[in-house]
């Protein structure tokens, strides 16, 4: 009769450290929100913007994770060039919003993930030219493959902080590059 109460005790032991074990485990789901140093291209012009970027993701396996990104601008740019007919222009460049869904493949050691992310981008910018005291402006929104690589450092087993730099559009002599600065919590 001890016998069965020790099993009986030791197996409702080794089952209560089991779920204790599995609580602690972060789920699949996590968020990141970061600054992203926006570099844009475009015909010789060349602006420095700022945004910010959310991302929210889903680990479905260790190394493999699927993501939805949204991104607004903070800031804008503008650039002066000297035009032949029209003298001194002012060209302001903004990104309006962005937004994407990436695969994002990742490995993991000790405290350290390094990824890479492939996917796809839309970008909606817009531009204002002036010249005098006449401005005119346009939008423009297009949507291209996109790719980066990046790094995230793990706090703990929930929170992390992360460094990646993305190519979200290079079409037509247009590009948009990021390097974002950002924090991460699991789920």
Do not use: C
Request: aromatic share 14%; hydrophobic share 40%.
């Amino acid at each position: 009769m001890k016998r069965i109460v020790i099993a009986a005790v030791a197996a409702f032991a080794m089952l209560g450290a089991a779920q204790a074990q599995t609580q602690t485990q972060p789920s699949p789901f996590y968020g990141e929100l970061g600054y992203t140093f926006l570099k844009l291209k475009e015909e010789g012009l060349s602006t420095r913007n700022g945004a910010i970027r959310g991302i929210f993701g889903y680990a479905f396996h260790p190394n493999i994770a699927v993501e939805g990104m949204l991104g607004f601008a903070v800031n804008d740019d503008s650039v002066t060039f000297v035009d032949p007919t029209f003298g001194p222009v002012d060209v302001k460049v903004k990104l309006q919003n962005s937004y994407g869904i990436f695969v994002k493949p990742k490995y993991a050691f000790d405290k350290v993930e390094v990824f890479g992310r492939l996917g796809w981008t839309r970008s909606k910018i817009k531009i204002t030219a002036s010249v005098g005291g006449a401005s005119a402006s346009a939008s423009e929104s297009d949507s291209d493959f996109a790719y980066g690589a990046g790094v995230n450092f793990n706090i703990n087993p929930r929170t992390y902080v992360g460094l990646d730099y993305m190519r979200y559009y290079s079409k037509d002599g247009a590009k948009v590059d990021g390097l974002t600065l950002g924090v991460g919590y699991r789920f």
